[in-house]
């Protein structure tokens, strides 16, 4: 089985912190996502990658930048974090060139900045 | 772009009945796939189902299946005999086809909760 790792499930830091998310598959896929879900808005991209050192903006990049430095490797950075960007943050990865195949979810990071 | 939109933000039901879970979506391309995805309180996002718009016919997995209507833009998720391990998030999802995912990623309705009661 596909499995997508985050290296925390829950996350406390303090507003103006850098900190970092990060996400590994063990599947070799070429696709990764970070995505942000908040009750009521369901989830939101905020960044995508399709290879290794690429990277696209989602629909709220602000505040979040990436690095993928290794194919199996995404991270998600908040350079200065704020009490806005506290929210449920999902990685997920995919096959390139399979459209339609499915994604494969991390079980999420409970992100909290006081 | 496309949006997708859940009328539901909570249904209840009682275990072993019949639940049907609304999805209505817009968006101009021809070719698309449609997803149900499930999230228990594990958090794990489970991918329930999947229909290809130009398939006519409606897709299955066992207790699930969908209605797809695509002139009506409409994509609804039934659940028959419905059990306590179903109670989750349900979210309906939309991506073009092509893509693989891309910048577009999925684009996710704002779900709907379902609690099947004992």
């Known amino acids: 089985d596909v499995k997508v790792t985050q290296s925390s499930r829950y996350l406390v830091k303090r507003t103006g912190e850098k900190v970092f998310l990060e996400c590994v598959q063990d599947?070799?896929?070429?696709?990764m996502f970070w995505y942000r879900q908040d009750p009521g808005l369901g989830l939101r991209l905020i960044y995508f990658?399709?290879?290794?050192?690429?990277?696209e903006k989602g629909d709220i990049p602000e505040g979040y930048s990436v690095s993928r430095e290794k194919k199996e490797r995404f991270s998600l950075i908040l350079e200065s974090a704020s009490t806005n960007q506290t929210s449920m943050y999902l990685c997920?990865?995919?096959?390139?060139?399979?459209?339609?195949?499915?994604?494969?979810f991390g079980s999420g990071t409970q992100l909290s900045v006081l | 772009a496309q949006t997708v939109t859940q009328s539901q933000p909570e249904m209840s039901v009682q275990e072993a009945e019949t639940v049907t879970l609304s999805c209505t979506y817009d968006t101009s391309e021809n070719n698309y796939y449609l997803f149900w995805y499930k999230q228990p309180p594990s958090r794990q996002m489970i991918l329930v189902i999947r229909q290809e718009a130009y398939k006519q016919q409606n897709a299955t997995e066992n207790r699930f299946s969908v209605n797809f209507q695509k002139a009506a833009k409409s994509f609804s998720l039934k659940i028959s005999d419905s059990q306590l391990g179903d109670t989750a998030m349900y979210f309906c999802?939309?991506?073009?086809?092509?893509?693989?995912?891309?910048?577009?990623?999925?684009?996710f309705g704002k779900g709907t909760h379902l609690i099947i009661q004992p």
């Open positions: 997920a990865s995919s096959s390139a060139g399979e459209a339609g195949e499915k994604l494969f």
């Open positions: 599947m070799d896929h070429e696709n």
């Open positions: 990658s399709y290879d290794v050192k690429m990277k």
């Open positions: 999802a939309f991506m073009k086809h092509g893509s693989g995912g891309g910048a577009d990623g999925l684009t």
